[in-house]
């Protein structure tokens, strides 16, 4: 599918890249990708925004602050209420009303923010491995966090380091293509340190049960970065919540399980329509 992309200005005097596709009239599909070096919408959600487009939903990929094609400040804290705040305010100048919101890791805190600051604005959520549902410092004793240690931001930073930083995200390392790498490394090089040294979430997860619309919560029992535990969390405390959990998956259920995940999560979109 071609996607249509722009550059939308927000608040702060940034820019941020949104690529859109699929019929243009039919429910929103909003794509929010995961953080660490290189990460983009595209690169995460390539296989899968396809299944939601043939399904007839217009697909939506911004770009968050300090990825991809958007702008990449230095000298300031990436917060959560900064990514949530300007992937809405971008929403709102594309007139996208009301969104499904599908976030992975990061982006799964941005969908539970944005829910949380303007309710009723998701129509629904599937999170893939949702981060910001537990305390900041705990997801730093993770196997994961751990091994992405690197060079990034450093002048020894090189192709070959950006594939051992995303082989870590999924359990079987090989379904990671050179074309993925090379992709990544793209963005990774323009990146600022401060993009992940000054990043600062807090724990939604005692907000949760605010949460009202429908969640799909997807879950790796091999991630090494949020631990599927959290997935308790919802079915604890959301009124309309359901998770399903994969054995051999890691971090990237949408990329490691590309054709149950498109299948899965359309039709439970179908069922919120």
Not at 63 to 85: A, H, K, N, R, V
Request: proline share 5%; net charge negative.
């Amino acid at each position: 599918m071609d996607l249509e992309r722009e550059q939308i200005a927000v608040s702060g005097g940034y820019e941020l890249s949104v690529a859109h596709g699929g019929p243009t009239d039919g429910p929103a599909v909003v794509f929010l990708h995961g953080s660490g070096p290189g990460a983009s919408a595209e690169s995460n959600f390539k296989q899968n925004i396809d299944a939601f487009a043939d399904a007839g939903y217009r697909v939506i990929l911004p770009d968050l602050i300090g990825y991809g094609g958007s702008s990449m400040p230095e000298g300031i804290d990436y917060t959560l209420q900064l990514f949530t705040d300007t992937v809405y305010e971008a929403l709102q100048k594309l007139g996208i009303k009301k969104a499904a919101l599908v976030g992975n890791s990061l982006g799964g805190g941005i969908a539970l923010q944005m829910e949380l600051d303007h309710p009723g604005y998701a129509t629904a959520m599937v999170l893939m491995a949702p981060g910001c549902i537990e305390e900041q410092a705990s997801y730093f004793t993770m196997p994961g966090i751990k091994k992405m240690v690197s060079g990034f931001g450093g002048p020894d930073f090189n192709v070959e380091e950006q594939r051992r930083l995303v082989s870590n995200l999924v359990y079987d390392a090989s379904i990671i293509s050179d074309t993925l790498v090379k992709e990544r490394f793209a963005v990774a090089s323009k990146q600022p340190k401060d993009v992940l040294a000054r990043m600062k979430t807090p724990n939604l997860g005692p907000e949760l049960g605010k949460v009202k619309c429908p969640i799909f919560v997807l879950w790796g029992l091999n991630d090494e970065f949020c631990p599927e535990s959290g997935a308790r969390h919802f079915l604890d405390k959301c009124e309309d919540a359901r998770c399903l959990t994969f054995n051999t998956v890691g971090h990237w259920v949408q990329v490691e399980r590309a054709a149950e995940f498109n299948r899965y999560a359309v039709d439970f979109l179908n069922d919120q329509r």
